[in-house]
């Protein structure tokens, strides 16, 4: 069989720093935050805090890649004479990022394509990014990295909460999240991803600190006894998310081999609005 030139690409909900994305040596599509006058490229000509700094004044629209970003960079990977390319992406059920590519891939026969639904965001999207790359720089072949991605997207757990539920009412992202009367009861929904990769209240709590206990209490009951990977990540809310971090570390009922921190990148950042705290985690 001709060896085979493996591309990995991403976008850029991933929420990986510039750093890991060149070490693994991802590709990144940038998603696109809209103002009025404006169009940026998400991480690439916006940060979170431009976008948490206008809020809840200014608050923007997101969009996908374009198909011709998409192509123009098949065109750049085909350029390079990669073979094969693995394209991982936030949740086809919060984003058309996934069907967009993946409408592209099909189209394009210079490189074998698989584009991959990761049913999460954020970190949890990362984890499956660095567990690719990390399998193509150590040689396995298209296919192994394919079962790889595939098993351990099964195994990542997301939880996370929101202060207002407003951003993502108003982004059509609510999915299953019952939102009204609790805002007047000061009541937290937990957060989470289910199979259709959509959100949906996990449970609920009464008050802004107890919601934040709760992603502990959570990661005690799935996570105890076990080694895991985790990663924190907030929307501009980094006093409480390292509050929980620190917590989660003093936990002697788990080993923690990696974990990650990190802020939500603009679009995230949108979707969910300024005080996200969220985990993302999976047995090793």
């Known amino acids: 069989m001709p060896s085979e030139k493996i591309a990995l690409i991403t976008d850029s909900t991933c929420d990986l720093p510039g750093e890991i994305l060149n070490k693994l040596n991802a590709w990144m599509l940038p998603l696109k935050i809209i103002y009025r006058d404006r169009i940026f490229n998400d991480r690439i000509d916006i940060q979170p805090e431009d976008v948490y700094g206008k809020m809840p004044t200014e608050v923007p629209t997101t969009s996908m890649p374009t198909p011709e970003e998409v192509r123009t960079l098949l065109e750049k990977l085909s350029s390079e004479n990669f073979t094969h390319a693995i394209s991982i992406h936030i949740s086809s059920g919060l984003s058309g ?59 990542v757990k997301v939880f996370f909460v929101v202060k207002t539920l407003e951003y993502l009412k108003k982004g059509g992202r609510i999915g299953y999240v019952e939102g009204t009367l609790g ?57 409480e998310a390292r509050y929980l971090l620190e917590k989660i570390k003093g936990v002697n009922e788990f080993q923690i081999k990696n974990f990650m921190f990190t802020q939500l990148g603009p679009v995230m950042g949108v979707h969910c609005g300024p005080g996200l705290i969220g985990v993302a985690f999976y047995e090793e």
């Open 97 to 155: 990022t996934y069907e967009t590519i993946k409408t592209v891939a099909r189209q394009f026969n210079k490189i074998k394509v698989e584009v991959i639904d990761s049913r999460a965001l954020s970190l949890a999207l990362g984890f499956l990014v660095q567990e690719a790359g990390k399998c193509i720089q150590s040689g396995l072949n298209f296919d192994s990295v394919i079962t790889r991605i595939n098993e351990l997207q099964k195994k």
């Open 183 to 239: 805002q007047i009861l000061d009541i937290k929904p937990i957060i989470s991803i289910n199979e259709e990769g959509k959100y949906f209240s996990w449970s609920k709590v009464r008050g802004r600190k107890k919601s934040i206990n709760k992603l502990l209490e959570i990661l005690k009951e799935k996570a105890s006894g076990k080694m895991i990977n985790i990663a924190v990540a907030h929307a501009d809310a980094e006093e």
